[in-house]
Each structure stands twice: as C-alpha cells, then as structure tokens.
C-alpha cells in the first residue's frame, strides 16, 4: 500500500472543482491518503467558511483522510529541513518532514517548494 501525503493545494483544488491528481487518488486502490494538521490549518483558513454550511462541508472532506499527527520526531525533522534550506516556510517543511518521517509520498502542485529536500518522494509527475 503506497502512503500519500496531499499538499493543501491538491484539496483546495479539488475542492474548487479544478481537474486534480485528487480525482485519481481517491479511486486508486493501493493508495492510503493522508492529511496532516498544517495542512487542516490552511484548508479551514479559507474566509469563505464563515458560511456554516460550507464549514460543514469542508469537515466531511478533510474526514475523508486520515490523519498523521505531529509529534517530537516530526519536529526535529522540520527543524533539519529548515537549517538545511533557510528559505522554505515552516509549514512546507513540516509538510515534508511528516512525509520523511511516515515514509509517505507527497502530492503537491508545488515541486519547487520542496525541490531541495532530501529524500523527499513525491506521487505526481
């Protein structure tokens, strides 16, 4: 089973009704899909969810995934990432360093973000 980490702009995509590797990811069989709270965060963030019904809405999506903490390890990890490229903001690194730490592949529409993290696999082209 290949473990795949999905970057806030693959939901936000999705959720917009854009064409995404979303549409293929939730009818892949061998593929478990995974969110972390960084990427919960800046999912809710959106302005538009002052509305209840579309709040309602994005808590049944993000309830579609399962969920990877973040713990001590996850941290260090980050912290790493970020010594080793200063530029990337702490939430891409954090992102990153749940997929390094789970062994999870990451889905993004954002190579370049993470393009400099060792080890980092991603699921797209």
């Not at 302005?47 to 309602?56: E, M, V, Y």
């Not at 973000?113 to 082209?125: M, Q, S």
Request: with cysteine.
């Amino acid at each position: 089973m290949t473990k795949i980490l999905l970057d806030t702009n693959i939901l936000i995509d999705y959720s917009k009704d854009r064409e995404t590797v979303l549409d293929e990811l939730l009818f892949e069989k061998e593929v478990e899909l995974y969110i972390n709270p960084v990427v919960v965060a800046e999912y809710l963030a959106d302005k538009n969810l002052i509305n209840k019904q579309k709040k309602t809405q994005a808590f049944d999506f993000l309830d579609q995934f399962k969920i990877i903490n973040i713990n001590k390890r996850i941290g260090v990890e980050t912290g790493e990432i970020m010594r080793n490229d200063p530029t990337l903001n702490w939430k891409d690194a954090m992102i990153a360093a749940t997929c390094l730490v789970n062994d999870c592949k990451l889905a993004t529409r954002n190579r370049k973000h993470f393009g400099k993290i060792k080890g980092l696999k991603f699921a797209t082209a």
